[in-house]
């Protein structure tokens, strides 16, 4: 009120250039957000510091490590702590890869890539050892459930009334309806044990209820400790290469903690549209990766960037609906201002989603997964969404697919030819591919058929900001 004031008085309060030209930043992002059609005219003028300068969104997640009488946690509740809250520098991440795993970031460092810093998970506050780490570690008085996961379920139970004398679930039910929401307080339960191991554990979201002291919840996150499959991988190569062994454990990944995480998020499994899928993470088929300090390789998963189809469905990105036509700019994630745009149909639940993806960070793994079929080029997904169809089950009605650029030379679509099969090189554009339209292949068709009145042409090279040209006809 007080600057207002001044300047209707004709005197501008003394402002340092600093004041100034952040003045001016939030002026302009008040009018890209209040007018989303001025946002790809905008877009090349806005200073990148915009996203920076936001606070994140904080998930309050608590981290319950459960132990039985024949199977005993390995990792400290520090450590766990450091896996998911820190966010360790690339140099950081290298040096913890005993404690962490084959990559040795934090389930924090991707969703702050991810989101472009909009979002980040913190520790719940609690008061089990050390307080407010987010972490309570609970001793049950029973065997491990091994592959019962009724068993498992009934333990998650018991440890929620074991943990709640050191929590007060209460304070995370914000809209006082009686249940605490999975974006009110995100749960994940660390099981005793290894995958891979005789307890035969999976990692699972489970779409169970429970009780949180009196508070309904829907909901939650199991995984493993460890990945005994990798440590005896790791002593069989290392043996038969004379290489001394120098790491003992391998906890379970940030990949398979991002992929249950996504469930919570309201993504089934997408399995059929391999590495490029859009939950991501604990695919089968991971990429290849050394064991640091040696020549040593095996295949694991690094966590590509969830799709286009999660991070709206999150809430992680909010999509521009295209409308008239004109140029749009479209940003990777490493910009720091991803964006995705979405093309609706007449059918409410059946749509359109456009984003670009760069092999940088996380989704290197596009370009590298050598065990898989690596990408060549990196550029823009078109995602075709039916909501009617649930999830990715059957090939002819998929929940998400992504239409494949390859598609036009190859004369087949490389998904639909081999179930759990990658896509081969789908993004656009692609020598030979360079329109996306009602007569293109592939086509806008609906699952209808219904051709829709707009194409896609111009896009400009594969690079971390891209345009292309959206004409309605
Ligand atoms: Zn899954």
């Not at 450590?79 to 690339?90: A, E, G, Q, V, Y």
């Not at 339209?437 to 594969?462: G, R, V």
């Amino acid at each position: 009120m007080a600057r207002l004031r001044g300047i209707r008085a004709g005197r501008f309060p003394a402002m340092s250039k600093k004041q100034f030209l952040l003045t001016v930043v939030m002026l302009l992002s008040a009018v890209i957000t209040i007018f989303p059609v001025f946002q790809h005219v905008f877009a090349e003028s806005v200073p990148v510091e915009v996203s920076g300068t936001n606070q994140p969104v904080k998930i309050p997640m608590l981290v319950v490590l459960m132990e039985y009488k024949d199977y005993k946690l390995t990792l400290k509740d520090e450590d766990w702590n450091r896996k998911i809250f820190s966010l360790p520098t690339k140099e950081e991440e290298d040096r913890r890869f005993d404690l962490f795993g084959h990559l040795g970031s934090s389930v924090n460092n991707y969703y702050k890539e991810i989101t472009c810093g909009k979002f980040l998970f913190e520790p719940a506050v609690e008061n089990y050892g050390t307080s407010n780490d987010g972490v309570i570690r609970v001793s049950l008085d029973v065997k491990h459930p091994l592959t019962d996961i009724r068993a498992m379920a009934q333990a998650v139970n018991h440890a929620v009334s074991n943990a709640s004398q050191y929590i007060d679930f209460s304070r995370y039910d914000l809209d006082k309806n009686k249940s605490v929401s999975r974006m009110e307080l995100s749960l994940v339960f660390v099981s005793a044990g290894g995958y891979g191991d005789k307890t035969g554990s999976k990692n699972r979201h489970y779409y169970y209820g429970l009780n949180l002291g009196g508070l309904r919840r829907k909901g939650y996150v199991v995984v493993t400790e460890r990945r005994d499959d990798l440590k005896e991988l790791y002593a069989k190569l290392t043996k038969a290469a004379g290489v001394e062994a120098k790491y003992k454990d391998f906890p379970v990944s940030v990949g398979t903690l991002v992929h249950e995480l996504g469930h919570s998020f309201g993504s089934p499994d997408l399995y059929n549209i391999g590495h490029l899928t859009s939950l991501s993470g604990g695919q089968k088929n991971g990429s290849i990766a050394v064991f640091p300090g040696t020549k040593l390789e095996y295949t694991r998963s690094t966590p590509c960037h969830y799709g286009a189809y999660t991070m709206v469905k999150a809430d992680f990105v909010k999509p521009v609906i295209l409308e008239t036509s004109g140029v749009y700019t479209v940003y990777s994630a490493g910009t720091g201002r991803y964006n995705v745009y979405k093309i609706p149909t007449k059918n409410l639940k059946e749509y359109f989603l456009i984003e670009n993806r760069q092999f940088e960070g996380f989704d290197r793994t596009l370009g590298t997964n050598t065990n898989n079929r690596p990408l060549k080029s990196a550029g823009i997904a078109i995602w075709h969404i039916n909501e009617a169809f649930g999830n990715n089950e059957n090939m002819d009605k998929k929940l998400v697919d992504i239409e494949e650029a390859s598609e036009a030379t190859l004369g087949y679509s490389h998904i639909k030819k081999n179930r759990n099969h990658n896509p081969c090189d789908p993004f656009y554009p692609l020598k030979g591919n360079s329109e996306f339209s009602s007569n293109s292949t592939p086509n806008n068709l609906t699952y209808n058929c219904e051709p829709q009145p707009w194409k896609i042409t111009d896009f400009s090279a594969p690079a971390r900001v891209m345009t292309f040209k959206f004409n309605r006809l």
